[in-house]
Antibody
Framework: EVQLVQSGAEVKKPGESLRISCKAS????????IGWVRQMPGKGLEWLGI????????RYSPSFQGQVTISADKSISTAYLQWSSLKASDTAMYYCARRAGPVDYWGQGTLVTVSS | EIVLTQSPGTLSLSPGERATLSCRAS???????LAWYQQKPGQAPRLLIYAASSRATGIPDRFTGSGSGTDFTLTISRLEPEDFAVYYCQQYGSSTWTFGQGTKVEIK
């Protein structure tokens, strides 16, 4: 069974760094792109970027280039989304998602709250 | 970058009625890379339609996708109580994604 299990909710202060994770199981992690999607409170879905774990090729939405970093560790089938300096406007639910053409599997979401 | 514009923003309908949701792309996009998702409160999105008109596994046949070029449509033939949710279109070509802003289908 394909599963994407994300790390738990985080509460951070502005300026802090953060890395959230997405652990994949039930399929060949190296063979499918994994994307990250943001959903701010009460708002729609926004694509941040995507990584191909097989060779770590990464692509970012122009809106998020330089704002976040996407990476993956093949040895533990885990993708990451990280920030070096959080802002209050980063408060949102973040989903990882497997690309098999369209997105066929989603993680359960990680809620990130940034507040002083 | 392709921009997807969904209309209407909100659709107020009664169970049993037909829902027609629109997704317009800022430039022609391959129908092979157009999907529709359903999202209910507190849940991750769920894939309904891919390649513009193919139903995902387990999706009832009351959901139909159509369109090509810049204009795509999701039709729900007869709304069931569980269909009241937010619907998003997405283009997923070239390993880059764009989502529409969503259409909320609410109970009238």
């Amino acid at each position: 069974e394909v599963q994407l299990v994300q790390s738990g909710a985080e509460v951070k202060k502005p300026g802090e760094s953060l890395r959230i994770s997405c652990k994949a199981s039930g399929y060949s992690f190296n063979s499918y792109w994994i994307g990250w999607v943001r959903q701010m409170p009460g708002k729609g879905l926004e694509w941040l970027g995507i990584i191909y774990p097989g060779d770590s090729e990464t692509r970012y939405s122009p809106s998020f280039q330089g704002q976040v970093t996407i990476s993956a560790d093949k040895s533990i089938s885990t993708a990451y989304l990280q920030w070096s300096s959080l802002k209050a406007s980063d408060t949102a639910m973040y989903y990882c998602a497997r690309r098999a053409g369209p997105v066929d599997y989603w993680g359960q979401g990680t809620l990130v709250t940034v507040s002083s | 970058e392709i921009v997807l514009t969904q209309s209407p923003g909100t659709l107020s309908l009664s169970p049993g009625e037909r829902a027609t949701l629109s997704c317009r792309a800022s430039q022609a996009t391959s129908s092979s890379y157009l999907a529709w998702y359903q999202q209910k409160p507190g849940q991750a999105p769920r894939l309904l339609i891919y390649a513009a008109s193919s139903r995902a596994t387990g999706i009832p046949d009351r959901f139909t996708g159509s369109g090509s070029g810049t204009d795509f449509t999701l039709t729900i033939s007869r709304l069931e109580p569980e269909d009241f949710a937010v619907y998003y279109c997405q283009q997923y070509g070239s390993s880059t994604w764009t989502f529409g802003q969503g259409t909320k289908v609410e109970i009238k």
